[in-house]
């Protein structure tokens, strides 16, 4: 079932690229077209079959149905101001940025009808090496309208991630980022500094418990650092929430006080197992 | 190729389980019995293939010829004192413990052949229904001798590790104790507090990235802060070496300095792609 007609996706790496394969497997779309500031990526992204055509300017989004911007977040607001004046009337326009409220924020004013989305199918491996199809498969895929969003549009977007087999997940952007700050954010801040604090003579001798507690720290440090200064309050805070927590376990440690740092584990270990 | 006759294991959990199931597999051993404090335990071990027959009191290490102490730190420590006077004079002793200069210490004193060991082969999965053969196979396995320490019997316990594929890695306790502290302890450390501080309606909105920084936080808390409590310094000296990485990137952020928040980012992603 056709969602769009012409789709015009910018930045063909792991979530864009990926995001084309579903696409045009599933039929959603009548073409996609893919840009990249690297036009090796776009050619490969072809290669792959993720997208049917390299565009060869943003002059592309001209007639386009639905845009896709799948770019590093200041690279989102930057490209907003570039292509709100081609863009026809009744185009789409959806990021799929980590956080919302600064993208919903300024791309609502420029474009009217755009929709932020956060499809939460990441991975640290980027680019269009590595895109698969299926990635949003049994996923959750947030969607962040604003009161004037278009309930139409809203539909139709909610649709395009369910036949991806994502479930959506309503939130405004505020809400999004506030969470996303605590279970997002916050642990690639905590994964990076963790991996950074340990000497690397010593990295030989780890198990798959330093390798899975910081694999999210092999993710691109240019692209995170945009993510965490676009949600900076947030992160602060749910900084701040868990040095209350580290705190109060060095605490028990230190004082030798067993009781306290096993209740205090066995707390964690009980969420932790919630999680499955 | 039978390396000792009688093995007695006690503890028939996830590491001395499979323990168990290696040595019979590969016939390192004439007959495996096997010990738990919970009867049904090493009954599902035997039932498992672990063991050859299920120990019913300590006394049966009295003409064992290798004793494996595949229990708790503290239970490690509570048992030596125990059995020490129970074994024959050549009978070798082994522990798998997670920390190793307290253990050393103590045993050492007590059993003269006895040699600390431990294989980074755990897992957050626990008890005999998790065991596996070859779970050693590929990993690393840390013998830790004393200047005392017999050379003949050092050597039959790295064969014995080898022959199960372990990499076998000489260190002094100490050494282990302060290593171990950055790349394990403190990594579990790190993924209970993170766990602890993610507000509990928040859990629904994760994906892979903090599900795999937290997954050793599903690990047992009452085993894990005796492993903290035995490796109390060494662990507070690591956690304070995460804490300067932490407060340098929490204050980058908090600055909104790009450029130092980006450098930083990028020395862990480098070296985390290190560790593969």
């Known amino acids: 079932m056709k969602l769009f ?17 579903d696409l045009r497997k599933r039929h959603l779309a ?52 570039k292509i709100a004046g081609k863009l026809k009337k009744d185009c789409v326009v959806i990021d799929v940025g980590s956080s919302k409220e600064r993208i919903v ?37 947030v969607v962040t309208p604003t009161p004037k969003t278009n309930k139409k549009i809203l539909k139709k977007i909610k649709l395009l991630w369910q036949k991806l087999g994502a479930t959506v997940v309503v939130l405004t952007a505020k809400k999004h980022d506030c969470i996303l700050a605590s279970t997002s954010h916050l642990p690639h801040a905590v994964a990076f500094s963790l991996i950074g604090s340990i000497p690397d003579p010593y990295l030989g001798l780890s198990s798959g418990g330093l390798r899975d507690a910081t694999r999210i720290a092999a993710s691109n440090a240019n ?16 900084l701040s929430s868990f040095q209350i927590r580290l705190d109060a ?18 707390s964690a270990e009980k969420k932790r197992k919630k999680l499955g």
Do not use: Y
């Open 5 to 21: 007609n012409k789709v015009v996706i910018i930045g063909t790496g792991l979530i864009g690229g990926s995001l084309g394969l």
């Open 105 to 141: 924020s300024k791309l609502s004013g420029l474009i009217p009808n755009f929709l932020g989305c956060h499809p939460l199918a990441g991975s640290e491996k980027r680019g269009a090496a590595n895109l698969g199809a299926d990635i949003f498969s049994g996923s959750v895929c």
């Open 249 to 266: 376990l060095r605490l028990a440690l230190k004082n030798k006080n067993q009781k306290l740092l096993t209740k205090i584990l066995a």
């Open 30 to 81: 009548g073409q996609v077209i893919g840009l990249s500031r690297k036009k090796e990526n776009a050619n490969l992204a072809k290669k792959s079959g993720a997208i049917d055509s390299v565009g060869s300017s943003l002059g592309v989004v001209k007639d386009a149905d639905l845009v896709i911007l799948a770019v590093p977040v200041d690279v989102i607001m930057d490209l907003a101001a």
């Open 223 to 238: 692209l995170w650092s945009q993510i965490f200064l676009s949600n900076r309050r947030n992160l602060l805070t749910a």
